[in-house]
């Protein structure tokens, strides 16, 4: 049970080191953004009409956070908390306000002093989407004022139902989503005739119009008044009632319908869309192999670009007509079985010398070799057979009989990944409930008991090896013959580390989680080289990924989607997590003290 | 004795690296026996099991299964033909179900009902165990943990049983408690090779020891004619 709180706190008896301390953080986030550019880049992208663009969006979200965090309370076994009270509204707000300070500051130095030439954003244009082109007096009041609000709303999270934070959650996340999806729902509105659709919800220049925002933030934030935790509710009893045959049935049945919106739905949309879709679905293919190797049998191989550089040359060589020293042109499907047989033999070769190390050893070991096989794509040494920086150009399309794949006509080169990835899927599938999987899932947790209990850990990681490599491979034929060209710039070192970030964000050995990772980082945020939806984060990718990974080993490092296996192990801090977002606090909040 | 040894060691030498470990090890275990190794810190206790088990290849020098030499047959093998381990400090799968750790005790084994007897046979001997069957392991109490380690391990149907150190760091009460099991265990018919600490107790249920020192060799005996050698007394069984 959890023990009655005590009091609140009086209004000014204030950790005020804790308040200062977070409030600079804050004030320095923002600095940090600003100064990187990301507000005077991001702008240019409208979120509401004439209200609210990604560029601010990327400011105000921090002093939001730190009020929330500033008024959190550590909660310690035994030891009462004072409920919250105005007194965290209050810590909440001076550290919003200092966050503001900090841009006013900002303001202040870019008025007075020229530091453009270390910081490129250090501009007058900065300066401008600062002042709201109202001079430093209004962009101040503004800063400090909404620094004050936000900081406030993100402390008075604590205090509120937790179906009140349900509502604001689901208005403020649903309204980003909507507006994140413009370009999606233009086309696919388009698709079904259903202009006036997106006419109604977007503005000609983009961006949700203030009517429709506040329409649907309203409808949005009525969805948890009408549902009250019953789907929540129905989801548990489902997973703790159902048979475990019957649960396979029915997440069959869910695979399925998912597969007919896929095949339906390109027929609706436009070529951006649709090829988006297909560089998901490259990804998504990678991912699913990296998955394999990382998430079940624990081999962390930031090589792994190489397979993927390998399907796509052995395709180029054996279809490309270009092809500087062996050009059989052959078909796809042949080039396809000898994409197999060659990625087979690289998994093998790279494999049996590294498989024998553990852990970091491994994961710089495999970095090496992904980085020789592009330099030895690049190497004057094969230029005579690969064709060296040049590539190799010329790749056809794939012959399908009535059909035919190209890159310029992206819903075939869609259906051609969702193919392969469902075939990926059906694999990892299958693996996971093997004996292998079981095998893997030994030498994952411990290799010297794996090999007690007879597994042949060198055999089943070399499996594990082959099995990512020819999953990547064949990512890498389809890029090859959809792109119609190779170069070794396409297959850099950064692939490597993108996809171990997608399968990590989405939740290491789960195959939902994978997909999940893939739709939203290479959706939205987009590949190495591919634009995502949000095609201004383009210069921004890295540090976003960055962030993003720094910020899941934080807070939820078993992934979005994770394993039943992770969220077990994790399980507690995964509860404080939901109890977060929970229907009934007080229910909620008696689980976890029984649990703590 | 006539009847050919379940497991033999003929003057094994092992080496890690450039480092002699065993030197000329003679051993040998018959069925349903239960007998014990003794030795100092380091002496060579561990590298003897993982030997016999096949995870060490020998430098030189024999090893038998059934009377036939097994030193290039891997792990997987010896386990399929009934020689199992239960690793030092029980290593179970920290991170795993009690119910998956002893699933991949049986990993080699392909029959389905047998699978399930012995699981009933383990939850029999150990209803702790049962009851915990979706906890994970690395949860549990270092008895549990004991059990569940000693039920992974016979769910590959061991004729005979290599256990290494098995009462250490279990609490002084559980440490009776265990040579009783592995008593119960012996009686079922399995063979036991265990390497321990605690020579007294090891010594009071087996029926032959042998001390390793420095990798060799030094005594070979009966049981009593062990537990009564003046000079094991004073250097292993705490008397001066
Ligand atoms: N993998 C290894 N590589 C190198 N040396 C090893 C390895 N394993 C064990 N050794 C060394 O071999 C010697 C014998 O080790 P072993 O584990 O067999 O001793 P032990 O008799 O089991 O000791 P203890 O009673 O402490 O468990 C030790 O000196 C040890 O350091
Ligand atoms: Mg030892």
Redesign the interface.
């Known amino acids: 049970m959890m023990s009655t709180s005590l009091a609140p706190r009086k209004l000014f008896d204030q950790n005020w080191k804790r308040i200062i301390f977070w409030g600079s953080i804050c004030a320095l986030s923002q600095v940090f953004i600003c100064l990187v550019g990301l507000p005077a880049e991001l702008d240019r992208r409208i979120l509401i009409k004439s209200t609210l663009s990604l560029g601010y969006l990327f400011i105000i979200w921090v002093p939001l956070v730190f009020g929330y965090v500033v008024s959190k309370m550590v909660e310690l076994e035994g030891i009462e908390n004072p409920k919250p009270g105005p007194a965290d509204l209050l810590s909440g707000a001076v550290t919003g306000l200092l966050g503001g300070l900090g841009l006013v500051i900002l303001m202040l130095g870019i008025d007075n002093f020229d530091l453009r030439d270390p910081l490129l954003n250090w501009n007058p244009r900065l300066f401008r989407l600062l002042t709201f082109e109202n001079g430093i007096g209004f962009g101040s009041m503004v800063w400090l004022l909404s620094g004050v609000g936000l900081g406030t709303l993100g402390a008075a999270l604590h205090q509120m139902t937790s179906r009140i934070r349900k509502m604001i959650a689901y208005a403020t996340f649903g309204l980003f989503i909507l507006a994140v999806l413009e370009d999606v729902i233009d086309d696919l509105s388009e698709g079904l005739r259903l202009e006036w659709l997106s006419d109604m919800i977007y503005d000609k220049k983009g961006g949700v119009t203030v009517t429709s925002a506040i329409v649907i933030a309203v409808v949005l934030a009525l969805i948890p008044m009408v549902t009250r935790g019953k789907i929540k509710e129905k989801v548990t009893q489902y997973r703790s009632n159902e048979e475990p045959g019957d649960q396979q049935r029915n997440s069959i049945i869910l695979f399925a319908l998912v597969a007919v919106v896929f095949l339906v739905l390109p027929w609706f949309l436009g070529g951006i869309v649709n090829e988006l879709l297909a560089n998901v679905g490259l990804f998504l293919l990678l991912a699913l192999g990296l998955n394999i190797v990382v998430g079940l049998a624990g081999l962390l191989d930031l090589g792994y670009v190489a397979f993927f550089a390998v399907g796509g040359y052995t395709t180029a060589v054996f279809t490309s007509p270009n092809s500087p020293w062996f050009s059989p042109e052959t078909h796809f499907g042949i080039s396809l079985l000898a994409v197999v047989v060659m990625a087979t033999l690289a998994g093998l070769l790279i494999g049996a010398p590294v498989i024998r190390m553990r852990g970091d050893y491994l994961a710089i070991v495999t970095l090496g070799f992904g980085e020789i096989i592009r330099l030895l794509f690049l190497s004057d040494w094969l230029k005579p057979y690969l064709g060296g920086s040049q590539g190799i150009t010329n790749i056809p399309g794939i012959d399908l009989g009535p059909w035919e794949v190209r890159g310029a006509d992206p819903r075939s080169v869609f259906y051609m990944v969702l193919a392969f990835c469902v075939l990926a899927i059906y694999v990892s599938w299958r693996l996971q409930g093997s004996r292998l999987g079981r095998a893997w899932m030994a030498i994952r947790e411990d290799e010297s008991v794996a090999e007690v209990m007879g597994i042949n850990t060198v055999n089943s990681k070399l499996m594990a090896f082959v099995v990512g490599a020819v999953l990547a491979s064949f990512s890498g034929a389809v890029l090859a013959a959809k792109v119609g060209s190779v170069f070794p710039k396409s297959f850099e070192i950064l692939v490597s580390i993108i996809i171990l970030v997608v399968v990590i964000v989405g939740g290491m050995g789960s195959i939902t989680g994978v997909m999940v990772g893939s739709l939203v980082l290479i959706g939205i945020l987009g590949g190495p080289r591919q634009p995502g939806l949000l095609q201004e984060f383009q210069n921004y990718k890295l540090l976003i990924y960055g962030a993003l990974l720094v910020f899941m080993m934080l807070k939820r490092p078993e992934g979005l989607v994770p394993t039943a296996r992770r969220t077990r192990e994790l399980h507690q801090e995964e509860y404080l997590q939901d109890a977060w977002l929970g229907d009934d606090d007080s229910d909620q909040q008696e689980e976890a003290g029984e649990r703590v | 004795m006539t009847e050919t040894a379940l497991l033999e060691f003929r003057a094994v030498n092992t080496h890690y690296g450039a480092v002699h470990i065993l030197k000329d090890v003679d051993l040998a275990i018959y069925p349903g026996e239960m007998v014990c190794l003794l030795g100092g810190n380091a002496s060579g206790k561990s590298t003897t099991l993982k030997t016999l ?1 096949g ?1 060490v290849t020998p430098t030189s020098g024999e090893v038998l299964l059934d009377g036939e030499v097994v030193n290039d047959k ?3 093998y ?3 033909n009934g020689v199992t ?1 239960v ?1 030092e400090n029980r ?6 179900t009690v119910k ?1 750790n002893l ?3 049986a ?2 084994r392909d029959d389905k009902e047998g699978i399930e007897e012995d699981l009933e046979n383990i939850y029999e001997l150990f209803p702790r165990v049962k009851e915990r069957l979706s906890q ?1 392991s690395g949860t549990l109490s270092g008895g549990e943990q004991q059990m569940v380690a000693i039920g ?1 391990a016979l769910m ?1 149907r061991p004729r005979v049983l290599l256990m290494d150190e098995p009462s250490m760091g279990l609490a002084p009460a559980l440490v009776q408690q265990n040579f009783e099991l592995i008593q119960q265990i012996h009686e079922e018919g399995v063979a036991i090779f265990m390497v321990e600490q605690n020579a007294n107790m090891a010594l009071s249920i087996a029926d032959r020891g042998w001390v390793l020192q420095t990798g060799r060799v030094v005594l070979d005996d009966t049981a009593e004619a062990l537990l009564s050698n003046p000079e094991l007394r004073s250097s292993y069984l705490g008397e001066s």
Do not use: A, C, D, I
Not at chain 2, 91 to 96: E, I
């Open positions: 088990l995870m891997p792990t997987s010896r386990v399929t381990m690793p290593r179970l799968f920290k991170r795993l998956e699933e991949l005790g990993y080699l994970k992974r590959s």
